[in-house]
């Protein structure tokens, strides 16, 4: 079609049809779509497949990648960016683990797999004994029943990595009385008796916020949040924030309970809870084991040893983390933190 055809052509379009001249002159830049999306579309034009969730079935994952890399695609490169759990979440539900093992699986019957589909696993698909390991992988899970398989690899839903579940509901709670909690201080506190039979202990339930709001700042935002449940002597009783949500759901209808003495809030009350956030800000910048002839040992604690394996993995918080140029020491201390609201468990 010669220049003066071309332009008669868009004319014609733009008087007949200006919905599809709008759609030529201003292609979409973003589309946001369900993974139904995935299902035999076509969508050649674009150079770039983001995944917010990411499918148990690596199968899935493919599909998604295959709607982009096909023939008469203009791009000269693709790209894929997957947006995991993060790291405590991930390490509840070994999804990239999950995920990996099944594409090694594929890889090994012979199906087409995205090597880059993450560091590891492109470390996975290039080891010289890779096909040797999946073979004794595959035979020590021939060894169990198909029902151990299915009860083990159930399917995981999108809820269950973005935590969407308990955002509706905090949402319809702030809705009934909006006013009440932006009026809200820091520190507010709450709590109830636990249940012996499932093991709750004395504890407490703690939202902190790092780093800490400097005085008359309006504008502060929180780098990090903390969601720990501890007990008295300042041990994690549950190992990662979905538990903890999971343990505050099961008991958010329970009759709020909270002793007299912290009620009143008397200095040795106080000082217990105190002590134990202390113990657990401690263990994050410092491990303390006592040795059988009564000495105690220090190695790294739970932070250092999580950037050292985030950075192992080119995670990019752990490197975040290092640019800040804050030792672990100077982080871990009291005044740092904000405690924003708190739920005491007893026992």
Excluded: C
């Amino acid at each position: 079609m010669g220049l003066e055809a071309f332009i008669e052509w868009q004319a014609w379009i733009a008087e007949n049809h200006p919905d599809t001249h709008q759609k030529l002159t201003k292609p979409i830049d973003i589309l946001i779509a369900t993974d139904a999306l995935s299902e035999g579309q076509n969508l050649q034009d674009a150079d770039m497949v983001i995944n917010y969730d990411i499918h148990w079935n690596p199968v899935r994952i493919i599909q998604r990648m295959g709607r982009i890399d096909r023939l008469g695609s203009p791009n000269e490169q693709i790209f894929g960016i997957n947006f995991w759990p993060s790291d405590n979440i991930n390490s509840y539900l070994n999804l990239q683990g999950r995920i990996e093992q099944r594409m090694a699986a594929m890889k090994l019957a012979g199906s087409e797999v995205d090597h880059q589909f993450s560091d590891s696993f492109a470390k996975m698909a290039h080891d010289e004994d890779f096909d040797r390991k999946m073979n004794d992988r595959m035979m020590e899970q021939m060894l169990i029943t198909w029902d151990d398989i299915e009860v083990s690899d159930q399917g995981l839903g999108f809820d269950s990595l973005s935590l969407e579940r308990y955002r509706q509901d905090l949402l319809a709670e702030f809705n009934r009385d909006k006013d009440k909690y932006r009026q809200m201080p820091k520190g507010v506190y709450s709590g109830f008796v636990g249940d012996v039979a499932t093991g709750d202990r004395n504890g407490i339930v703690a939202l902190l916020g790092y780093p800490a709001k400097p005085p008359k700042k309006l504008d502060h935002q929180y780098q990090v949040f903390d969601l720990i449940y501890i007990d008295k002597s300042g041990k994690l009783v549950l190992n990662n924030q979905k538990e903890v949500l999971d343990f505050l759901t099961v008991n958010k209808d329970k009759e709020r309970f909270v002793p007299p003495a912290v009620d009143r809030g008397e200095q040795v009350a106080i000082a217990e809870l105190v002590n134990a956030l202390k113990s657990w800000l401690n263990s994050q910048a410092v491990h303390t084991e006592v040795m059988e002839d009564g000495t105690t040992k220090e190695t790294m604690g739970n932070e250092t040893l999580g950037v050292l394996d985030g950075l192992r993995k080119g995670n990019k918080v752990a490197i975040d983390r290092i640019k800040q140029n804050v030792t672990v020491d100077g982080k871990y201390q009291l005044n740092n933190f904000d405690l924003i609201t708190w739920v005491l468990v007893t026992g």
